[in-house]
Each structure stands twice: as structure tokens, then as C-alpha cells.
């Protein structure tokens, strides 16, 4: 089936750096992916629609200043948190629609990316 | 908002046949039912999909109504690998922010 990748895996990082995600599709092209951000023990929270070619889209309550988004390629989305503080360690993951086999198309995730900003 | 409503948490022993249904009471026309299972520190998984009616698949089963404003997915003879975050998803485009807003998920845990 479809795969996605993110890297890095986990990243360490000091408060005040930034840091940068990628969020790759490899046997297909997507044109638009998800990025999204989940805290222990609950749900995966949609931060902004990446599309390729154009500005993403953000949900309510991101700031696009923060989360920089850049959907350069039909494989490849990069989400950068700038000047990450404490509060934004938490677990990033992306997704990309893809053909399933069925009758729609469905979402491929990858598998995360934990970020700790001490 | 997500469209959807689940049970928080569901307990359940190895070998039974789990059964979680979620909510959506103003599922539309052209949209599809998907089902995503999540383990800890891991991206989410697709389950199932469906439109109408029961679909069937390796792993799973889902039931849906002829109003579709709820949906059941079940999972026979669960094992403890199942044990895991169940979301449904309602949407008719898996392009579209509005259809991939997750809701709260179903806590399922497999017992000995």
C-alpha cells in the first residue's frame, strides 16, 4: 500500500530554535497532505492543509508565523516550528490522501514525529 | 468541529467481538464512513470504509444503517494486539480540512 514517511523520528531541541519536519510520499503523489499535532492521551488535532504549489491552509487557532508550512514537491511537505517553546513538544504527524484499493480515496499517515523542546 | 461522536473508552477480553459505533447524525450525501485505528506513538492505520449498508474486509467488519447517521465497526475474536484508538471519520473528500477533523476516538482495551 501507500507509504509515508516523516523525519526525523524524534528531535531534541532547545527552546528558541526552530525546527524543521518532512513529510514524504513515496509511491504516490499528493497534492495536498495534513499536518497534524496530538498531546498524550488525546486526539490528533488538524493544524493546517498543505497544498502543493500554494499557501496552506491553516485551521483556527494556528499561527501560520510558527507553523511554517511548504509543500514544495507532489512528495514532499516540510512543517517548521520557529522559536519552539516547551509548550509546542508534542507528537506532529502528516497525512496524504491515496488511492486505497476502494471505491475513495483514503488517508496515509506517517508515522510521527515526536518533538521535546526543553 | 469533528462530525462525529464515540464512546470514550471500551473494555473487552480476547477471543470476544467488539463493537463500536460513533455518531454522525448530519452525515451528508456524499459522504463516506472511514475507520482508523491508532497505537501509541504511531500515525494512524485504515481500517475500513464504507457507504451503506456492511462491508467487509480482513480485519474488520462495518455496519451502517439505511439512515447512516450511526456506523459500526466490528472486530472479531479481538486479540491484545488490538488494543488501540478507533476514530471514525465522515467526509466526502479526503481533500477537504472540513472532512479530516478527528474526534475524541474510542479507547479500546483488549484483556487476558
Known amino acids: 500500500g501507500a507509504v509515508v514517511s516523516q523525519h526525523p523520528s524524534r528531535v531534541i531541541c532547545k527552546s528558541g530554535t526552530s525546527v524543521k519536519i518532512e513529510c514524504r510520499s513515496l509511491?504516490?503523489?499528493?497534492?495536498?497532505m495534513f499536518w497534524y499535532r496530538q498531546f498524550p492521551k488525546q486526539s490528533l488535532m488538524l493544524m493546517a492543509t498543505?497544498?502543493?504549489?500554494?499557501?496552506?491552509?491553516?485551521e483556527q487557532g494556528v499561527e501560520k508565523d510558527k507553523f511554517l508550512i511548504n509543500h514544495a514537491s507532489l512528495t514532499l511537505s516540510t512543517l517548521t516550528v520557529t522559536s519552539a517553546h516547551p509548550e509546542d513538544s508534542s507528537f506532529y504527524i502528516c497525512?496524504?490522501?491515496?488511492?486505497?484499493?476502494?471505491?475513495?480515496?483514503?488517508?496515509?499517515f506517517g508515522p510521527g514525529t515526536r518533538l521535546t523542546v526543553l | 468541529l469533528a462530525k462525529t461522536t464515540q464512546p470514550i473508552s471500551m473494555d473487552s477480553y480476547e477471543g470476544q467481538e467488539v463493537n463500536i459505533t460513533c455518531s454522525h447524525n448530519?452525515?451528508?450525501?456524499?459522504?463516506?464512513i472511514t475507520w482508523y485505528q491508532q497505537f501509541p506513538s504511531q500515525g494512524p492505520r485504515f481500517i475500513i470504509q464504507?457507504?451503506?449498508t456492511k462491508v467487509t474486509n480482513e480485519v474488520a467488519s462495518l455496519f451502517i444503517p439505511a439512515d447512516r447517521k450511526s456506523s459500526t465497526l466490528s472486530l472479531p475474536r479481538v486479540s491484545l494486539s488490538d488494543t488501540a484508538v478507533y476514530y471514525c471519520?465522515?467526509?466526502?473528500?479526503?481533500?477537504?480540512?472540513?472532512?479530516?477533523?478527528f474526534g475524541a476516538g474510542t479507547r479500546l482495551t483488549v484483556k487476558p
Open positions: 471519520l465522515v467526509g466526502g473528500s479526503h481533500y477537504n480540512n472540513n472532512d479530516m477533523r
Open positions: 498543505s497544498n502543493e504549489g500554494s499557501k496552506a491552509t491553516y
Open positions: 448530519n452525515i451528508a450525501t456524499n459522504d463516506y
Open positions: 464504507g457507504y451503506k
Open positions: 509511491d504516490f503523489q499528493a497534492t495536498t
Open positions: 497525512s496524504a490522501p491515496g488511492l486505497a484499493g476502494g471505491p475513495r480515496d483514503t488517508q496515509y
